[in-house]
């Protein structure tokens, strides 16, 4: 058997037994395995570490642990990504997140019924920031770019997400489709134009509003209208709270 002193900060803590989140503690465990294997057999994803040190010298996660190590594990620090790297794919219980996203302008992948393996394969074959709640889905090697969303509230799930990628200066509302992901853009508001729109905006906003966009991929049409107030609503919430 081999037992380790495990010193873990804080906030990794809330993916611990109950029973282990008071402080370090001694485990024992049988035969040799990785500090990944040791962490996630303790509930901890290992896209959650961002730094792990054994008995005081950095160690990466494919360290074979031995017996009596001292092991400190330290949380990701939020990153800032480029636009261009604020690419997500959602998994399937995630859907309101994934809304939210794209009311924001992140280009978020998300559909329904797909299975653990078709997203761990579209995080790694596209470059996607792979969101989830399922820690199983998150032990898959393949999976390197990822995040565990803790909370099981959507507006809490997006303040943790903008908080964790520094998403806040990046956030550019009207450029994703809220339906399907696609791209929108302004209308041009010509008389053409304007004749078709009337099938998909009621007469009510058509007299007062002149400024529409449009999915590229599914045509829905958007506006500035009272689902605009609330947008902006979350915001402000959200960058308050990164
Ligand atoms: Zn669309």
């Known amino acids: 058997m081999y037992t380790v002193r495990l010193e ?12 282990l989140r008071g402080g370090p503690f001694d485990f024992t465990f049988p035969g040799k395995r990785s500090l990944k294997d040791l962490v996630e057999s ?13 008995n005081g010298s950095p160690a990466q996660l494919s360290h074979i642990v031995a017996h009596g190590d001292v ?43 797909r299975d653990d393996e078709t997203l761990a394969a579209t995080s790694a074959s ?9 820690r199983g889905l998150l032990k898959r090697r393949m999976v390197t770019r990822a995040m565990c ?4 509230n959507s507006d809490a799930q997006l303040a943790q997400v903008i908080a964790r990628f520094s998403l806040g ?21 010509g008389p053409a134009r304007m004749d078709a729109l009337r099938e998909s905006v009621p007469p009510g906003v058509l007299s007062w509003c002149d400024e529409y966009f449009e999915c590229s991929a599914c045509r829905k049409v958007y506006w500035k209208g009272s689902h605009y107030e609330k947008l902006l609503r979350i915001v402000r919430a ?5």
Not at 10 to 19: H, K, N, Y
Not at 149 to 152: A, G, I, K, L
Request: aromatic residues 4%.
């Open 8 to 19: 873990i900060e804080d906030s990794l803590r809330f993916f611990l037994d109950q029973a």
């Open 42 to 54: 303790l509930g901890i994803p290992h896209v959650e570490i961002g730094g792990a040190t054994v």
């Open 71 to 113: 092991i400190a594990l330290a949380p990701c620090a939020p990153v800032s990504l480029r636009p261009e790297e604020a690419r997500f794919v959602l998994d399937v219980h995630l859907r309101k997140l994934a809304r939210r996203l794209r009311l924001l302008g992140f280009d978020a992948n998300h559909r329904e019924g």
């Open 126 to 134: 596209e470059g996607r920031i792979l969101l989830t709640r399922d």
């Open 149 to 152: 969303v803790r909370s099981t």
């Open 169 to 189: 200066p990046i956030i550019a509302p009207f450029r994703r489709c809220i339906e399907c992901n696609g791209p929108i853009a302004p209308v041009e508001c």
């Open 238 to 242: 959200a960058v308050e709270d990164r």
